[in-house]
């Protein structure tokens, strides 16, 4: 079964600095899509960014942007200019048919 | 557009009443997912369905839980009798069509079971 690690519960960064949030997967398959996704305290799921697996450039949003790395089977989400709002809980997903998601990192942003 | 609605938005009800969540999901799309989010779990697939029909329900815990997909717009997930230990977050998600593609969340339902 797919598998979907978060391995960091919490991170912390300061407004305007940039923060990496790491993500590893475990599948045999070969197209798949990966995705992050944002939880506020509002608690509603909103989607921040999606890589497709058959695209080797890395998927771009605004300040948002991953750095995909098939072989290694990692995904991290990297935030620049990081801002309050971003404060969030942020969820990696793995879809292979299933969605899968990780056990998520909260985020901190000190003003 | 509108997203994915979901009703009620919080729940409180005492053990072995009858829950019933609702969801509409985003007009065109194909598939309907219902997940169940708490702190210990973390997010679970409960069941899916595509195209009305259910296609995955072994996330789904045990006998007390029942989906129902009636028509394209609708689809209900029953509990009865309720527990305390059913107490979470309920999401219902669609996806325009199959499951890879992005899955577009509702805001969720918060049941509480005394």
């Known amino acids: 079964a797919q598998t979907v690690t978060q391995s960091q519960p919490e991170m912390s960064v300061q407004e305007a600095e940039t923060v990496t949030l790491s993500c590893t997967y475990d599948?045999?398959?070969?197209?798949?899509?990966l995705f992050w996704y944002k939880q506020p305290p509002s608690r509603q799921m909103i989607l921040v960014i999606r890589?497709?697996?058959?695209?080797?450039q890395n998927a771009t949003e605004n300040r948002f942007s991953v750095n995909f790395q098939k072989a290694a089977k990692s995904f991290s989400l990297k935030i620049s200019d990081s801002q309050l709002g971003d404060a969030a809980m942020y969820f990696c997903?793995?879809?292979?048919?299933?969605?899968?998601f990780g056990a998520g990192t909260r985020l901190t942003v000190k003003p | 557009d509108a997203g994915v609605i979901q009703s009620p938005r919080h729940e409180v009800t005492e053990m072995g009443q009858e829950v019933t969540l609702r969801c509409k999901p985003i007009?065109?799309?194909?598939?309907l997912f219902w997940y169940r989010q708490t702190m210990m779990r973390g997010l679970e697939l409960l069941i899916y369905?595509?195209?009305?029909?259910?296609?995955?329900d072994s996330g789904m815990p045990e006998d007390r839980f029942s989906a129902k997909m009636p028509n394209a717009s609708f689809s209900t997930l029953k509990i009865q009798p309720s527990e305390p230990r059913d107490s979470a977050v309920y999401f219902c998600?669609?996806?325009?069509?199959?499951?890879?593609?992005?899955?577009?969340f509702g805001p969720g339902t918060r049941l509480t079971v005394l």
């Open positions: 007009s065109g799309h194909n598939s």
């Open positions: 890589q497709e697996a058959y695209k080797q």
């Open positions: 369905f595509n195209n009305n029909v259910p296609i995955d």
């Open positions: 997903a793995y879809n292979g048919g299933v969605m899968r």
């Open positions: 998600a669609s996806t325009p069509s199959g499951g890879v593609d992005t899955q577009y």
């Open positions: 599948t045999s398959e070969s197209d798949y899509y």
